[in-house]
């Protein structure tokens, strides 16, 4: 997982002298071997939102491999594990359930 105020964040030392906190955007490598898997992942979410602003009170999930296989563009320079996330007003259980049930999809 990525997100500043992680030890394991490249820069944690200076998110931790510049932030007092930090919201609940983050965003995820996952271990899939395509990026079908990827696609049936977002297809099984039914909490999250599509992400197309952040700053909202509802869950939003931004994937990276949509950007991928676009006729006439290029792929993106973003791996298509990459997902972004950002954690909204609901209970943490009702998401976490959505989660579990779309990551089925994926090899852990």
Known sequence: ??????PSFPQYELAKKQMSGAGGLFSVYFKADR???MEDFFHRLKRFLLAVSWGGHESLVMPSAAFYKIPGMPDSVLPWNLVRFYIGLE????LWE?????MTVLNF
């Open 1 to 6: 997982m990525l997100h500043p105020l992680l």
């Open 91 to 94: 209970e943490p259980e009702w």
């Open 35 to 37: 990026i079908e898997q």
């Open 98 to 102: 959505d989660l579990e049930e779309a």
